[in-house]
């Protein structure tokens, strides 16, 4: 009997463990970040919502198929909130690919040697040997299906990569190389259609979560995407007029927090800028050649490299990265 207890307790443990694990991992949360918020949203976004945390789902599957966590995606079980049976059924209503597997990866002991010791193929039931590149193991995809994959898992990162038609027009491939220059990957902007570039992408996900193509991801990240060329605009109120200047700057960055550079406007002034950069919001000072100092604090957005705020001016100025 004491044995039969000591086992008990130490499976409740082990399942504990498991749990825990299971709210880190930094895809699932990805994912479980996406199906909580596709919750307040009309059923048509809820869709598109649904086939991106099928996608992570399925990367978590492909890529730890021993994990009690991928077990339980195949089992399609309620994960910490999220519902995979309900996303399943969404995404292979709309897409039949994107479907989540239901058998298990991994043969179970009663299933024989035998099975265990065949060569081990993507998609027949057993996982990847050690050692042994997933990548060759899958079948060859057209041009048109990886290009579709890329553009589905960049979309997943926010890097906007258009409708996932398979075509790599100028917005696909503007979206990878974003992708590129945020995560310095050393993948060639020219593959952007061949499976190298998707597993890329797919492992940035794995190390970083699904939020690099997020603004505030890259200024926290990446600081270097403060710099270079931005534009702007500030609408001020004048008396009993509106008026809207616009201008431009060159941005340079000192370190994680602090950039500096040149600005100029539609009324003919030059000037320095200098500012820092903490959490979520920018602060900038500028010295107008004209003599006056203003100085802004701007916000950032979400989904774009944009910042909008007030300067001392009164005005309403937005500034973007060209």
């Known amino acids: 009997m004491r044995r039969v207890l000591s086992s008990i307790f130490v499976f409740i443990l082990s399942a504990g463990l498991s749990l825990a694990q299971t709210v880190s991992d930094p895809l699932f949360q990805s994912a479980k970040s996406i199906y909580d918020a596709a919750q307040s949203k ?21 890529t730890q198929p021993q994990s009690d966590l991928a077990r339980s995606i195949q089992a399609q079980a309620v994960i910490d909130g999220l519902d995979v049976a309900v996303v399943s059924a969404a995404a292979r209503s709309a897409r039949p690919e994107l479907a989540l597997p239901s058998a298990p990866l991994v043969p179970s002991p009663q299933a024989g040697t035998l099975a265990a010791q065949q060569a081990p193929q993507i998609g027949n039931g057993l996982a990847p040997a050690p050692g042994v590149d997933p990548l060759a193991l899958q079948p060859q ?3 048109k299906e ?8 960049l979309n997943t990162l926010g890097c906007g990569a258009g409708t996932p038609d398979g075509v790599a027009g100028k917005k696909t491939r503007r979206a990878f190389g974003r992708f590129l220059k945020l995560t310095a990957s050393p993948i060639p ?10 597993q890329a992408v797919r492992q940035a996900i794995a190390t970083h979560g699904a939020d690099i193509c997020n603004a505030r991801w890259a200024f926290a990240n990446a600081p270097y ?5 931005w534009g702007f605009r500030a609408d001020c109120q004048l008396l009993f007029r509106k008026v809207r200047v616009t201008g431009s700057m060159d941005l340079n960055v000192i370190d994680n927090q602090r950039f500096n550079g040149t600005i100029r ?14 959490g979520n919001s920018v602060s900038a000072v500028m010295n107008w050649s004209n003599g006056l100092r203003e100085t802004a604090t701007l916000y950032m ?22």
């Open 42 to 62: 009309s059923a048509d976004q809820r869709q598109t919502d649904y086939e991106s945390v099928a996608g992570l789902l399925n990367l978590i599957v492909q």
């Open 301 to 322: 957005s979400r989904n774009s490299l944009t910042v909008s705020g007030k300067n001392s001016s009164g005005c309403d100025v937005v500034a973007w990265k060209s």
């Open 265 to 278: 406007n539609s009324r003919g002034y030059n000037g320095r800028i200098s500012g820092s950069v903490r």
């Open 225 to 229: 995407a403060m710099g270079q060329n």
């Open 146 to 153: 990886i290009v579709q994959d890329l553009q589905t898992t």
């Open 141 to 143: 995809r057209s041009e």
């Open 189 to 198: 902007a020219e593959d952007y259609a061949t499976e190298g570039a998707v």
